[in-house]
């Protein structure tokens, strides 16, 4: 049991970094401190996107139109947060 909860405390560790790597590239890009038409930073977006966009589409099938605020990356990083420090180490007392 302790197995199944490590691997899961890791991969949630893992998606927390490239979320917190995919937001800091958002905000890079949109200051224009970096350019997609470099191309190691166009493939490590595209690569982020493509990783993440699972993930965000069905949170911003489910949230209001806000123009061009995306509040789906919020959302997910909110609901990851929760779901590594407080549901999972819960679940983890409660089974043992």
Known sequence: ???IFGI???LLDV???IMIVHIIFSWLIAFQVLNLYQPLVA???DGLNRLLEPIYAPIRRMLPNTGGLDLAPLV???ILIAV???ILPDLYRALI
């Open 1 to 3: 049991m302790n197995a």
């Open 84 to 86: 590594r420090d407080f």
């Open 76 to 78: 997910a990083f909110l």
């Open 43 to 45: 493939q490590i977006w």
């Open 15 to 17: 998606a927390f970094f």
């Open 8 to 10: 899961l405390d890791m």
